[in-house]
């Protein structure tokens, strides 16, 4: 079980169309965004610098971009079974 108090950012699902992420930090400044890259490069094991943001900078919604040489199937594995704890 996750404790909110240790870990401020986790998948909370994945879909073939979207992954949920639960991220405590603040939306100013951009801090929630640049959270959400770093951790995602983390769990995809993936350069910072191969995540990027594509669309929805300021929305809740957002297309993330990854350069890397990685089939859609290892992404969504690697998510699954982050979700999965």
Known sequence: ???PCTI???VTD????????AIA?????GEANAELLRYLSK????KK???SLDK???SREKVIKVTA??????????LKTEASG
């Open 14 to 21: 994945v879909s073939e169309e979207a992954v949920g992420v």
């Open 69 to 78: 040489a990685v089939s859609q199937e290892e992404i969504l594995k690697k």
């Open 43 to 46: 769990v995809l094991q993936l």
């Open 25 to 29: 930090a603040p939306p100013t400044d």
């Open 49 to 51: 610098s191969e995540v």
């Open 1 to 3: 079980m996750r404790s």
């Open 56 to 58: 929805g900078s300021k």
């Open 8 to 10: 401020t950012v986790f």
